[in-house]
């Protein structure tokens, strides 16, 4: 969790993958959504913020593996899923925070946040002529999380 919360390109990191932490951070921002939804959504927000990051984290790492990366799926999926602190965070800080545009900017730097340290794990990938097909699907699971996030009720408002 340290090489997320400061970002280097420190590639030793990724021989020690677990799933464990992931599993724990997708816990959390699923506990932390469903208990601002209604009563009525909340288990299905659970269960759409839990498939969202692990089918997304999934198609994200095969993606990467298919364009040619060195990493196996499962550090690429345990790279990304360490990569949601950030959005935890946010998600926790949003929970006491009803201003409107003050979330808007928790959510976008937790967002840019996320993407950079993914990108900064898998730049050691070797994709040189494919980094944009490589970027785009991290951006965009991300930003879906981001969005997620975004839209969930405070629990003060």
Known sequence: MWQVLIPRRNTDVLR???LWGPLLLCLSLAIMLSVTAPT???AL??????TIIWCGAGVVALNAKLLGGNLSFFQSVCVLGYCCLPLVIASLICLFVPIVF???AIVVVAFAWSTYAAL?????VRLTDRRAL???PIFLFYFVLAWIILISKSVLG
């Open 16 to 18: 020690d993958w677990d």
């Open 102 to 104: 003050a979330r808007i």
């Open 40 to 42: 009525d959504q909340s």
């Open 134 to 136: 490589a970027l785009y």
């Open 120 to 124: 900064t794990f898998l730049s050691s």
């Open 45 to 50: 927000v659970f269960s759409g913020v839990f």
